[in-house]
């Protein structure tokens, strides 16, 4: 039997996009999960809709509504992970949080990224990163082998306009990768980067010029189509596997071959 089976994923932003379907995947697979989210009240009945239904497939799902940016609410999380499920089981921690700034660096009228614009976003989106793996290993959470997986983009290394920060970030969160993956393998723990294809998320929409960026993602995609949420809960479920264990500190397209062309 494989040994994520009955095992638990730490799911970070896990209540739509990209790590909703992962956390669907990977209920179905055998799973366990932890989600951890920042759900307004309006969008709450949907995701215990989902919630619902992946515990009707057998899943037992922890939920926190809870700031996953606060030292504080990780240490609370943790706390409580102890009491209710103990050590050493937890098979990976998924990073899918994207919050950061969407400024221009340049503009003669409006407002321009900051100082602390930057700081803010690579805190969220790299440096928590960190945060979680090393928290949960010092807590001594993880099963042997456990998985670190956190989701990238083509923005680490291309320009996109009003993408500067969050760009900063993921060249940042990829590097920060490596090193989990070389300094974390004595305690059994591998870090991956899973770089999607553009993804109709609602992440993607908020970003200026998704439009265009969807029309030439069709025209670059060997498939013709655009990269789906399933497409990386399926890639997050291969990770999983016991074949798995010897990829370690590498980013992983996961884009029907987009990045080829």
């Known amino acids: 039997m494989q040994s994520y089976k009955n ?17 669907q995947k990977l209920a179905q697979e055998g799973m366990h999960l932890i989600i951890v989210h920042r759900s307004r009240r309006s969008v709450m009945a949907t995701f215990e809709e989902n919630v619902t239904a992946m515990q009707q497939n057998g899943a037992n799902v922890l939920t926190f509504n809870t700031d996953a940016l606060h030292p504080q609410k990780r240490e609370q999380v943790i706390t409580e ?17 994207a919050r950061g700034n969407l400024k221009p660096m340049y503009s003669q009228e ?23 793996v090393s928290a949960f290993a010092k807590a001594e959470l993880c099963t042997p082998n456990a998985r670190a997986i956190a989701f990238t983009s ?60 969807k029309e030439k993602s069709l025209e670059r995609n060997p498939y013709g189509r655009l990269t ?21 500190g590498a980013v992983i397209p996961v884009d029907g071959g987009e990045h080829i062309r």
């Open 81 to 97: 992970l102890l009491e209710k499920i103990g050590k050493h089981q937890v098979k990976a921690i998924i990073h899918s949080v």
């Open 7 to 23: 095992k638990y994923a730490v799911i970070l932003g896990g209540s739509s996009g990209l790590g909703l379907a992962t956390a």
């Open 154 to 213: 083509e923005g680490s290394s291309r320009a996109w306009s009003q993408y500067g920060a969050v760009a900063a970030a993921k060249a940042a969160l990829e590097s920060i990768s490596r090193g989990i993956a070389l300094e974390f393998a004595p305690v059994g723990i591998t870090s991956n980067c899973i770089l999607a294809g553009v993804t109709d998320t609602e992440s993607l929409r908020l970003i200026p010029g998704s439009e265009l960026m």
């Open 228 to 248: 789906l949420p399933e497409d990386v809960g399926n890639a997050v479920y291969l990770l999983m596997r016991d074949e798995a264990a010897w990829i370690n």
């Open 110 to 132: 409006g407002a321009v990224l900051s100082n602390e614009d930057f700081k803010l976003t690579l805190d969220a989106m790299a440096v928590n990163y960190y945060d979680w």
